[in-house]
Antibody, heavy 117, light 107 residues
Framework: QVQLKESGPGLVQPSQTLSLTCTVS????????VHWVRQPPGKGLEWMGR???????SYNSALKSRLSISRDTSKNQVFLKMNSLQTDDTGTYYC???????????WGQGVMVTVSS | DIQLTQSPSSMSASLGDRVSLTCQSSQGIGNYLSWYQHKPGKPPKPMIYYATNLADGVPSRFSGSRSGSDYSLTISSLESEDTAIYYCLQYDEYPPTFGAGTKLELK
């Protein structure tokens, strides 16, 4: 069945780089788009960026200068890297699959990231 | 960017009540509007896609509708398990944007 699972460090120091991995199963990264969405504590959902099925990427303009999304199709993994982390980057980070009907049908469980010294 | 305004921001209702949540778009987005139920410690769960289509496994008491740029999620008879924050998402135009959410509680 379709699954997505985020992994990465739970704690990152301010000004450092966050590296997260989304490992997928049950579908091909060359057939579906995968997105990253985050939620700061007590706040709403924020779209971060997308890895398209053909390898193209799109980013939230507010994060574009700090964010990079890549993939390794042989390992069924999508990567998120975001540099210059600050405390307001603390939150839960999700990867999610986009369907043809332009919505997100499967989500990972999320990974909590705390930015603190 | 397209703005989605959800109302109310929070509400409480009794078991068995009919509940309607609204999401208004700042621009035309056609039917590219979906709804997600979000509970603490869990990922968002898709409830409605393409404005009116029920996502897989979602109870039939949930429904979606559209009137112009106003979109609604309706629960015909509220159950205790429906307490959550509900978000709408537009994906007609980049970037995809979420509404701020409606927190639904039991009275």
């Amino acid at each position: 069945q379709v699954q997505l699972k985020e992994s990465g460090p739970g704690l990152v120091q301010p000004s450092q780089t966050l590296s997260l991995t989304c490992t997928v199963s049950g579908f091909s990264l060359t057939s579906y788009n995968v997105h990253w969405v985050r939620q700061p504590p007590g706040k709403g959902l924020e779209w971060m960026g997308r890895m398209r099925y053909n390898g193209d990427t799109s980013y939230n303009s507010a994060l574009k200068s700090r964010l990079s999304i890549s993939r390794d199709t042989s390992k069924n993994q999508v990567f998120l890297k975001m540099n210059s982390l600050q405390t307001d980057d603390t939150g839960t980070y999700y990867c999610t699959r986009e369907t043809i009907a332009a919505h997100f049908d499967y989500w990972g469980q999320g990974v909590m990231v705390t930015v603190s010294s | 960017d397209i703005q989605l305004t959800q109302s109310p921001s929070s509400m409480s209702a009794s078991l068995g009540d009919r509940v309607s949540l609204t999401c208004q778009s700042s621009q035309g987005i056609g039917n590219y509007l979906s709804w997600y139920q979000h509970k603490p410690g869990k990922p968002p769960k898709p409830m409605i896609y393409y404005a009116t289509n029920l996502a897989d496994g979602v109870p039939s008491r949930f429904s979606g509708s559209r009137s112009g740029s106003d979109y609604s999620l309706t629960i015909s008879s509220l159950e205790s398990e429906d307490t959550a924050i509900y978000y709408c998402l537009q994906y007609d135009e980049y970037p995809p944007t979420f509404g701020a959410g409606t927190k639904l509680e039991l009275k």
